[in-house]
């Protein structure tokens, strides 16, 4: 997910695909004209505060030993500690994690939160390990990040192919480094944890709920009912699963997935539950799920439907395939997910499009509920958190639908300029040090 580096084709006269970091460099720059945003603060704002890589030896099942690398990208802390996930997938890098970072910032300054932005993992495909020599690469892990993490420093949380099991590892080895009398009082070093370690009831969901409440949130703006709407998901997950499991609460109808493995369409609808039950019986997959027909993977996009929610990774929507997007509305579940050409041929078709520092917040939203209960020793009930995440979401959305009616643009620009401006606010508040 950084810059894919493919030659320019003589044939075709198609330039290298831009990767995330050029992307939201480009959105970036694009708000900050658009804000008029101070000079000084810009360029603080257009690196990162802190980059750490590290190696770290692992012995595996077998005896052997692996060299793993690790990233953690600190991007900026104006506003709070670090935070963002970790992922564990064979393209993390040093610039999607510089890329994930900034994003972090610009989420969690929107959603009015007291963080800064993070992000980072580990250069891996999971698949290819056992349950035992991921906890030792995760323990391994934590350990060579040292004092570089901390909650109220910066708070890791799960990402794509990691969970509530890897923040758990993560936290017991944080807090086996601290001294006795500290230990407990360190639990909130990650959020994402299980419930029964200091985790919040209903963070499994958050981000999923989050990009349906947006969904949702927009479709009241329009006056229009979500029931008999179709969708296509992109990214089975927990972020995909939760998004189509309220969608269809609401009567939508879910008629085309693809993940990693392949892509499945039914033009009658998929049974959400159904789908997500027989993955876990498939090795995580949706191929050959019964109900379905194959779908070739090019075509996933261009499926007939109103809804797209692309849930998986980034850079999936591009100007090679935005023009076969039949959808009238593209909630961004992942981070990053349409580059910069595919947006604009998007928003000359009249697509709307759910950016993702606003429509995936949910999950640091949650991860803040689960910080701040652990920060003050509380338990949330179910039912208590759903209702502070839908009051949440719904204050963010309407300050950015309002901010891009107002001023006339679409409403990721909208979303970036609120997240920058309050940013340039505690800058000038604060001044610089010298």
């Known amino acids: 997910m950084t810059a894919i580096t493919a030659e320019l084709d003589t044939k075709t006269k198609r330039t290298p695909v831009k990767g995330m970091m050029d992307n939201v460099m480009e959105q970036f720059n694009s708000a900050a004209e658009q804000v008029n945003l101070h000079p000084n603060i810009r360029k603080i704002l257009s690196i990162t505060n802190n980059e750490i890589i590290v190696h770290f030896p692992v012995k595996m099942d077998n005896g052997d030993v692996e060299i793993f690398t690790g990233y953690r990208v600190q991007h900026n802390n104006a506003l709070g500690p670090y935070k963002g996930g970790l992922r564990y997938h064979p393209t993390v890098d040093?610039?999607?994690?510089?890329?994930?970072?900034?994003?972090?910032?610009?989420?969690?300054?929107?959603?009015?939160?007291?963080?800064?932005?993070?992000?980072?993992?580990?250069?891996?495909?999971?698949s290819k390990y056992s349950q035992n020599e991921l906890e030792r690469i995760t323990r391994r892990f934590t350990f060579a990040l040292a004092d570089n993490i901390g909650p109220e420093h910066d708070i890791p949380a799960p990402d794509v192919n990691t969970n509530s099991q890897t923040m758990a590892w993560i936290a017991d080895t944080y807090?086996?480094?601290?001294?006795?009398?500290?230990?407990?009082?360190?639990?909130?070093?990650?959020?994402?944890?299980?419930?029964?370690?200091?985790?919040?009831?209903?963070?499994d969901r958050a981000t999923g709920y989050g990009v349906f409440l947006n969904i949702k949130f927009w479709a009241e703006r329009k006056n229009e009912s979500l029931?008999?709407?179709?969708?296509?998901?992109?990214?089975?997950?927990?972020?995909?699963?939760?998004?189509?499991?309220?969608?269809?609460?609401?009567?939508?109808?879910?008629?085309?997935?693809?993940?990693?493995?392949?892509?499945?369409?039914?033009?009658?609808g998929i049974k959400v539950d159904d789908l997500f039950n027989y993955t876990k019986v498939n090795n995580g997959s949706i191929v050959d799920f019964p109900e379905s027909v194959v779908l070739n993977k090019e075509e996933f996009f261009g499926t007939e439907c109103d809804i797209c929610i692309p849930a998986a990774l980034g850079n999936q929507i591009t100007v090679e395939n935005a023009h076969t997007i039949k959808a009238k509305l593209i909630a961004e579940g992942a981070n990053g997910p349409t580059n910069v050409e595919g947006e604009k041929l998007l928003l000359e078709r009249g697509v709307t499009i759910l950016p993702d520092i606003l429509c995936n917040s949910g999950g640091v939203v949650g991860s803040y509920f689960e910080w701040l209960q652990n920060r003050n020793g509380e338990l949330w009930q179910l039912d208590e958190v759903m209702a502070k995440l839908d009051k949440k979401m719904k204050e963010s959305f309407n300050k950015v639908y309002e901010y891009s009616e107002k001023e006339g643009m679409d409403l990721r620009t909208a979303a970036y300029c609120i997240a920058i401006k309050r940013i340039e606010k505690a800058y000038i508040q604060r001044g610089i040090f010298p």
């Open 227 to 268: 029931y008999g709407k179709k969708f296509i998901v992109q990214g089975f997950g927990n972020v995909g699963y939760w998004a189509a499991y309220f969608l269809e609460k609401e009567g939508a109808k879910l008629v085309a997935v693809q993940d990693a493995f392949g892509s499945i369409q039914n033009a009658d």
């Open 94 to 126: 040093i610039d999607a994690a510089r890329a994930l970072a900034m994003w972090m910032t610009w989420k969690t300054s929107l959603a009015g939160l007291p963080y800064g932005g993070g992000k980072g993992g580990i250069q891996l495909d999971p």
């Open 175 to 203: 807090m086996s480094t601290r001294p006795p009398a500290e230990r407990t009082a360190n639990q909130h070093v990650v959020t994402g944890k299980p419930d029964g370690s200091g985790g919040l009831e209903g963070r």
